[in-house]
């Protein structure tokens, strides 16, 4: 299996990891590289052009910063290869669907990665909603977390989460909760956002995001942020008779005080397990692949406050 990576930031670590790991057989790693002398990365090759590789690709790995996926994305169109991109799919809406329509015409197969759709615990309400009958009324979910402390002795002010023009903000870190919800419940019927940055943190990407989904029989609120000293992510689910609650972070759903599931899962597992769906699905020749570059697009228009979902 022939890869290319283009970024190999902290994110494209965990994708080349969970790769080798998932592999029985044998796998080169390209990485595109812009600088004359890059540094090396033991078992990837670095080379400065498509062309030069001189092999063809199973797929690429599209791992460079946000702001840069647009330019990425147009520049590999014309090559045909599956695109295996990380969320968000792009910073801002501009220009986005007229590209989204120029990929897809092409046929070309994509996979935006949103690895929560892998975790046990979302898995498991998944098959739950299939399952139970009775109407929920309510969804709350929560995402809080210390921006200085995802990258310990590193200037949070100077990473690109912190910075607006380099595609940084909660609502397009944290999109993981908007793209579970329309995994869940699909598109929903309307919504609104409040995205801002007034925190203590003292930056000028949005810090707070409160998005308020509504669907026909009820509405789901979802509230990220980057300030939360102690961190929290959970979903709750009120249902007619009873409320499930879910902690991605214990990894325990309950349904009121009573435990109905747990997992034990490592911090790569769900990058293992999302890369396998991923190769399966490509190799599969039914063309249909989850959260494809369409469905990504509509879920972003949601994050950047755009209601003109294409449905």
């Not at 034990?264 to 293992?272: C, E, Q, R």
Request: with cysteine; aromatic share 10%.
């Amino acid at each position: 299996m022939k890869v290319l990576i283009i970024g190999l930031g902290s994110i494209a670590q965990k994708h080349i990891q969970a790769l080798t790991n998932i592999s029985s057989g044998e796998i080169s790693l390209y990485a595109l590289r812009s600088s004359a002398l890059p540094n090396q990365v033991p078992n990837i090759t670095n080379i400065s052009s498509i062309g030069e590789a001189g092999v063809s690709f199973d797929f690429v790995i599209v791992s460079n910063p946000t702001f840069s996926h647009y330019d990425t994305l147009r520049k590999l169109l014309d090559y045909n290869i599956p695109l295996f991109i990380e969320k968000p799919l792009f910073h801002t809406l501009d220009g986005g669907q007229q590209l989204v329509d120029q990929i897809i015409s092409s046929k070309v197969k994509t996979y935006i990665a949103c690895n929560l759709r892998f975790h046990p615990c979302i898995v498991f309400i998944k098959d739950l909603l299939r399952q139970k009958s009775q109407r929920i009324n309510e969804v709350n979910i929560y995402a809080g977390s210390y921006l200085p402390d995802w990258r310990p002795g590193i200037d949070y002010r100077q990473v690109y989460s912190a910075n607006e023009k380099m595609g940084g903000g909660v609502h397009l870190d944290l999109i993981h909760e908007l793209d579970y919800v329309t995994w869940l419940w699909g598109t929903p019927n309307s919504s609104a956002a409040t995205l801002r940055s007034t925190s203590s943190l003292n930056i000028d990407a949005v810090d707070y995001a409160n998005y308020l989904l509504q669907y026909e029989q009820f509405t789901v609120n979802i509230v990220l942020n980057y300030y939360r000293r102690d961190t929290k992510r959970t979903c709750e689910i009120l249902f007619e008779d009873n409320t499930v609650s879910i902690d991605l972070i214990k990894q325990k759903v309950w349904c009121n005080e009573e435990l109905i599931f747990s997992s034990d899962i490592d911090p790569l597992y769900t990058y293992k397990e999302q890369m396998k769906y991923f190769i399966s699905a490509i190799k599969e020749d039914n063309g249909y692949i989850m959260n494809d570059i369409q469905s990504a697009f509509n879920v972003l228009k949601i994050c950047l406050n755009d209601e003109q979902v294409k449905r």
